[in-house]
């Protein structure tokens, strides 16, 4: 089982993550990007806005991607591997680039291995801008409201076009909620 949490920044998947893996020991805990040793590395590069290239940035974390289905989600295939975030956000985020060319170059990084199953904690604007003006936000996150919310579309569209085992939860519920409603869709 190849589970994945995403949503755009603030949307709880750290608050979620934590929660799974109190309750799922025996399972594997990763992230992209920097979900290995050379991942740390590329996430550093990718995320201190050092490119100015927005498509080297983007092969950034291609790389990152790569790396990490061939040491971690292959290598694990017969465990239950929990990811926070996956090509979905690497599709979503790259929102320079048109939707059906990030889904090829994602696939070829990939190596067309899809998630089993999609967790998308999903925020409305108003819940987005309350979060985010709680917080310090780095560079990604100064992109704004309409970005991120943009953002959030492009996956949605992503997850439904590659037709992907998936439950969307409004991200404002209650974190108990929130929680109950990923334990019933990690046993159906
Ligand atoms: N269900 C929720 N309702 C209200 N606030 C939440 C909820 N889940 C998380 N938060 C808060 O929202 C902020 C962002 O949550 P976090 O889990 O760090 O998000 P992410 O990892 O997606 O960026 C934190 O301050 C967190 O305490
Ligand atoms: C996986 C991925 C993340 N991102 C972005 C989303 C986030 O803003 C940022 C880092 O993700 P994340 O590790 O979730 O950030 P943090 O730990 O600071 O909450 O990278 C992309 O732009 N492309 C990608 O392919």
């Known amino acids: 089982m190849y589970v994945v949490v995403e949503g755009i920044d603030t949307a709880g998947k750290s608050t ?5 893996q109190k309750k799922h020991q025996n399972a ?3 992230k992209e990007p920097g979900g290995t040793n050379i ?3 590329l996430r550093q590069m990718a995320l201190n806005g ?3 290239s927005k498509i080297a940035e983007m092969f950034l974390f291609l790389a ?3 790396e990490h289905i061939e040491e971690v989600i292959v290598t694990n295939k017969e465990k239950t591997v929990i990811s926070d975030r996956s090509m979905i956000s690497g599709i979503a985020y790259a929102s320079l680039f048109p939707l059906e060319k990030m889904i090829e170059l994602n696939l070829l990084a ?6 089993t199953h999609v967790i998308l904690l999903e925020l409305s604007p108003q ?8 917080k310090e936000n780095d560079a990604i996150e100064l992109r704004g409201i309409d970005y991120l919310i943009n953002i959030q579309n492009r996956m949605k569209q992503t997850i439904t076009k590659l037709g992907i085992n998936h439950i969307f939860i409004d991200a404002s519920l209650k974190i108990e909620e929130i929680e109950k409603q990923i334990e019933d869709f990690l046993n159906e």
């Open 64 to 66: 990152d991607r790569a």
């Open 39 to 41: 991942g740390i590395k």
């Open 127 to 134: 819940e987005l801008k309350y979060r985010l003006s709680q």
């Open 50 to 52: 050092e490119a100015k």
């Open 28 to 30: 594997i805990f990763t």
């Open 16 to 20: 979620q993550l934590e929660l799974l």
């Open 110 to 115: 990939t190596n067309n291995i899809l998630p």
